[in-house]
């Protein structure tokens, strides 16, 4: 069985262990929030819900799915636009893949472009998270896809502390930590100067 550090939190990231919905979930609120508290938000839901179950997020009512996400502490600190977000991944798995998240990395054995093209394809995922989340299944995961590490592009270089790809413990997350801020600052800098 895989193992994760992802939340920090044990219960929560056996949860993103062995569920591909939690973890796709959690990469999708990887935003505007630190990293171990958007991987913990999977598991909050799931114990507001009894269960977290693609098709059943789907076809909740929006207001009742709103009002378990943003209870203390709300899952996310953008409850209302992220619990949405939650709802339209959902209704995407169920309507395109059957309900079945892994599928998205698994069916017909696509190659790491393809599983990119999947991954960009869903609400809520830009160039650079599904770049991330292409590199998270393959760093930690086991994803075989051809050419996952190029599709993945830095993402997906061996060795990298650039994102939660690359967090397995709690140094690998000072350091990915670390390169964040360090690449933030080089960025304003950047800025600044023009």
Request: glycine share 8%.
């Amino acid at each position: 069985m895989t193992t994760v550090y992802l939340s920090g939190d044990p219960k929560s990231d056996e949860l993103l262990a062995e569920d591909p919905f939690a973890l796709l979930t959690g990469m999708l609120l990887d935003q505007q929030v630190p990293m171990e508290v958007a991987f913990a938000g999977p598991a909050k839901l799931a114990e507001r819900l009894g269960r977290l179950d693609v098709a059943e997020i789907a076809e909740m009512n929006p207001d009742e799915f709103l009002e378990k996400f943003a209870e203390k502490p709300a899952v996310h600190r953008f409850p209302k636009s992220m619990a949405a977000r939650v709802q339209k991944l959902a209704e995407a798995i169920v309507d395109d893949y059957d309900g079945d998240t892994a599928a998205i990395w698994t069916r017909g054995e696509p190659t790491g472009a393809e599983v990119l093209k999947r991954l960009k394809n869903l609400p809520g995922f830009g160039e650079q998270k599904a770049k991330i989340f292409l590199a998270l299944l393959g760093k930690q995961f086991g994803l075989t896809a051809p050419g996952w590490r190029e599709a993945a592009g830095v993402y997906g270089e061996d060795g990298s502390r650039r994102s939660i790809a690359d967090v397995v413990d709690e140094g690998t997350l000072q350091e990915v930590r670390a390169f964040k801020k360090q690449a933030k600052a080089a960025a304003k800098a950047e800025k600044a100067a023009k």
